[in-house]
């Protein structure tokens, strides 16, 4: 009988399944097979984290970059200091009530916190006539009136934006009583530089997903709904984490 016939022919040992069976491994060779097993699962683990660990961090840092980039803005009016730990932008329409009824709010909390807090504005012509609003706002900028005739003009929206909807004589009776050389003031409006600011505002408010005003980012964190108490709450935050 040949040796292959011999190895094919079962013994009485491997009829029986509880048996022991001279084919399974010994306890050192299972010990051997179990540590390779463990050592090849754990390069296996440390791989896949590193992989999920490297996207991740990768799709937030692009994400976070892109915020930033539509939200810092050389060319905004700001007020407080630029080194403030808390950076609130607000995309506003001049004729939007609810911007109206927050920014004096918002101002308030600039002046409680002087050293801690900037404001950035973003101008987006939501409502009918708006954009002229902005035009004005802009070249108010060249005589160095800007924050004067914002206030100027959203303490008094009521009578130049009858149902939101802006009426140019109207704006310039409003900011009257400020001084501005309204001849500038209309050259200015029609400047490219102005043109160009508007776009690059509208453009942002489109990345940053802004479909109405008042909106609102605290360093670059949104609001997780709207409202006065809910910008408060994430302003506070941002504050206690300056702290």
């Known amino acids: 009988m040949s040796r292959k016939s011999k190895r094919n022919q079962p013994t009485p040992d491997s009829q029986n399944p509880h048996s022991s069976d001279s084919r399974q491994p010994s306890g050192s060779g299972r010990r051997g ?10 390069v296996a683990v440390a791989m896949a ?9 990768s799709s937030s840092d692009a994400g ?48 409680e916190n ?6 950035s504005v973003r101008h987006i012509a939501f409502h009918s006539g708006s954009d002229y609003v902005v035009r004005v706002l802009e070249a108010s900028r060249k005589q160095d009136q800007y924050w004067q005739t914002l ?12 149902n939101h909807t802006a009426q140019p004589e109207l704006v310039m009776q409003a900011i009257a009583g400020l001084g501005l050389n309204r ?16 776009e690059q505002d509208r453009n942002d408010a489109i990345a940053m997903k802004v479909t109405a005003t008042p909106e609102y980012f605290v360093n670059g964190r949104p609001l997780p709904s709207f409202g006065e108490q809910q910008l408060l709450n994430l302003v506070n935050e941002e504050l206690q984490r300056a702290d």
């Open 49 to 57: 984290t590193l992989v999920y660990r490297g996207g991740g961090n």
């Open 114 to 119: 002087p050293d801690k807090i900037r404001l």
């Open 183 to 198: 001849e500038q003031l209309l050259a200015d409006m029609n400047a490219s530089e102005v043109t160009q600011r508007m």
């Open 33 to 42: 097979i179990l540590i390779g097993l463990a050592a090849m699962l754990l």
């Open 151 to 162: 206030e100027a003009v959203l303490a008094s929206q009521a009578q130049w934006a009858p």
């Open 64 to 111: 976070a970059t892109a915020r930033s980039a539509a939200l810092t803005s050389a060319h905004s009016p700001t007020l407080g200091p630029a080194d403030a730990k808390v950076h609130i932008v607000e995309f506003l329409d001049p004729a939007c009530e609810t911007c109206a009824q927050f920014f004096p709010t918002v101002k308030q909390w600039l002046a």
